[in-house]
């Protein structure tokens, strides 16, 4: 994109750049002004009497603001609105947090598998894949385990019996994630697994495609907006799936 200045109209930027704190809104509305080939007139609100004068002048509630050929456009959000881009909303359903996990562990596995054996590509690589994502997942969970908790109760069968075993679902899949990294004690880290994926799966599957219910999935954390569903129920057959793989190479 050419930023050819001379035909965009006079565009004028108020936000707050104080001493300890810059205002991270106003950073990125200067910059995708600048982007879309504005010339920005960037005027600073140095302290908070000034940025609060400033608000009351304007009737407006929040800075950054911005004007555009002397009309107000508003804040960061007006101003991709504005520009027809898409605006975030953080209620929105997304299933980014759990993929992003996967691609992690993914590329964990696969740059220890080329390190080990010269190939990222290998059996290895794929059970590295499972349990360092199991551990990835249990972090984020123990992030805030109150929170995380309050949500598995909301579908796990087992959790709603033994609320306790809601605050103890985390412990348990880091440490088999993390025996079955190192494929030590197999007889601690097979029945885990297979307990807690079957446990787990049944109740997705049941929240899901029998009771037909919407709801947030835990498997990222309390915090999470992924929903129940497919990707849920992955988690928890992966888990199954390598407690079933690592029992079948010791038979």
């Known amino acids: 994109m050419t930023n050819d200045h001379s035909s965009k109209p006079t565009t004028i930027l108020h936000r707050m750049v104080f001493e300890k704190h810059v205002c991270p809104w106003g950073v990125k509305s200067k910059y995708l002004l600048e982007k879309r080939g504005y010339k920005v007139e960037d005027h600073w609100l140095t302290s908070r009497e000034e940025t609060d004068a400033f608000k009351a002048e304007n009737g407006v509630a929040t800075t950054p603001q911005t004007f555009i050929g002397g009309k107000r456009v508003g804040g960061y959000t007006d101003l991709r609105t504005h520009f027809g881009l898409k605006v975030h909303d953080p209620k929105a359903k997304t299933y980014r947090p759990v993929l992003a996990v996967f691609a992690t562990g993914a590329g964990l596995a696969m740059a220890i598998s080329w390190a080990t054996y010269g190939t990222p ?17 249990a972090m984020l969970k123990l992030q805030d385990i109150d929170q995380f908790s309050t949500m598995f109760l909301g579908y796990d069968l087992l959790a709603k019996r033994l609320v306790p075993y809601a605050y103890a679902y985390p412990f348990l899949e880091w440490t088999t994630g993390a025996l079955m990294t190192a494929h030590a004690l197999p007889w601690i880290s097979i029945p885990v697994g297979l307990f807690i994926g079957a446990i787990g799966a049944v109740s997705v599957f049941y929240a899901v495609y029998i009771q037909k219910r919407e709801l947030k999935c835990a498997c990222v954390g309390g915090s999470g907006n992924v929903p129940l569903g497919f990707v849920s129920l992955t988690e928890n057959l992966f888990m199954v799936g390598m407690a079933l793989w690592m029992l079948a190479t010791m038979l």
């Open 121 to 137: 590509f290998t059996p290895r690589a794929l059970e590295w894949f499972v349990s360092m994502t199991m551990m990835l997942l």
